[in-house]
């Protein structure tokens, strides 16, 4: 039965996640995947989310099914804080949201509704992506090419060659973009290129997949979700995949949502009910504890303004240790464009390490990046700073 199954590797970040739970050096560090660890390098437990989950084990509910789609509260919560409080959008029931397993779990649902509606479609990922998202359209069914998107030179996105890219797509393409916090490279659109770029995915009629799985990690809620809003203005049709496993810090509780945001309410019940079914017949209805957590916190003011004064200090501790790294990095490497993870947002940066520099870093000095060169910034702290520094130059000077 099994002895065709062809052999094949698990994606860099989960076969590293497996590497680095077997090593048994003490002194082990995991730069490789996207978590983020507070000063002292553990995975935080939010003040709000401690809060909300007291309140919750006192409710004492029965644990029974959750619907399909999840909760209203939950839902409604989720689109607040992709469109923002009070947007014409949230009372023009085009959209529709759906609770998911993480935002791997709405990327995954979102790719099955598409294939059902557009088969045979190109799927364009930016090159780079997250290593998750080509495979996960491929899977659903689609043909995945890449759009030119990072600048090794700058460090940061190279809009002119990309957007030539898209203009050569077939209309009916779908474009998996990242609103914010680019996952792997940490190079953002500026909001000038994105004003330009939704009008222009309109006119070339392609259908953005939005992925925001860094919410706040960037600039602030709002203004990370700035390239949603402008969509949603825009009036086009598209799908956003949101994650809470970071903003959160609930990795392992997989909250996410799918959002698809149709022309009228019409289309928003015909393409919800196809959702709903595409669920049920996946893994019939989602998780309740993250989502309930997420919901106890989103849904009472002083719960939610303490969870986005936290975030926000997740946020400065990253950009600071950001300055710090690129700051020595340059001075001890000028050559190697460091400087360029100052200004890169959310939780990664694209050092430019090659694969051999990436594991001789792991190999030598016990702490593990991408082979791609990306690190998890979020992931370095005052403690470890100088070994991580220390590290990367010795991986550096070969
Ligand atoms: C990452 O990019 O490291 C995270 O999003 C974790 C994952 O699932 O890959």
Redesign the pocket.
């Known amino acids: 039965l099994f002895a065709g199954i062809q052999d094949a590797p698990l994606d860099p970040?989960?076969r590293l996640f497996e590497a680095f739970n077997a090593d048994t050096r003490p002194g082990k560090l995991n730069l490789a995947?996207?978590v983020y660890t507070d000063a002292e390098g553990k995975v935080p437990r939010l003040r709000a989310v401690q809060e909300a989950e007291k309140r919750w084990i006192e409710k004492g509910l029965p644990k029974t099914y959750r619907p399909i789609e999840g909760t209203k509260p939950f839902r409604d919560a989720v689109q607040a804080l992709l469109f923002g409080d009070g947007a014409p959008i949230l009372s023009q029931n085009r959209a529709a949201t759906l609770q998911s397993v993480g935002g791997?779990g709405a990327l995954k649902i979102g790719a099955d509704v598409l294939a059902k509606l557009r088969p045979g479609a190109t799927v364009a990922v930016s090159d780079p992506t997250?290593?998750?998202h080509r495979a996960l359209f491929t899977q659903a069914g689609f043909t995945v090419t890449e759009y030119p998107y990072f600048s090794a030179d700058t460090g940061g996105v190279d809009y002119p060659a990309m957007r030539a890219a898209l203009a050569a797509l077939p209309a009916g393409s779908i474009v998996v973009l990242h609103a914010c916090c680019h996952?792997p490279t940490g190079a953002d659109l500026t909001a000038e290129e994105w004003a330009d770029l939704v009008p222009f995915l309109r006119e070339k009629g392609l259908i953005p997949f939005l992925d925001i799985?860094y919410q706040g990690f960037g600039i602030d809620l709002d203004a990370d979700a700035a390239p949603v809003r402008l969509l949603a203005e825009s009036g086009q049709e598209f799908f956003v995949a949101s994650s809470f496993s970071k903003s959160f810090s609930l990795y392992g509780e997989r909250v996410g949502a799918l959002t698809v945001v149709a022309s009228d309410p019409a289309m928003r019940a015909k393409v919800e009910a196809l959702a709903k079914r595409l669920v049920r017949w996946s893994y019939s209805n989602p998780v309740t504890h993250g989502a309930a957590i997420v919901e106890i916190v989103l849904t009472d003011p002083a719960l939610k303004a303490d969870w986005v004064k936290e975030l926000g200090e997740m946020r400065e501790r990253i950009k600071e240790m950001r300055v710090r790294m690129a700051d020595s990095l340059h001075q001890r490497h000028p050559d190697r464009g460091f400087e360029a993870i100052k200004a890169q947002k959310g939780m990664f940066s694209y050092t430019g390490l090659s694969p051999e520099e990436a594991v001789k870093l792991r190999e030598e000095h016990e702490v593990y990046a991408l082979e791609t060169g990306r690190i998890?910034v979020a992931a370095v702290n005052t403690h470890n700073i100088d070994r991580v520094l220390d590290a990367i130059d010795g991986a550096v000077k070969g």
């Open positions: 970040i989960m995947i996207g791997t997250w290593e998750n996952n799985a998890c």
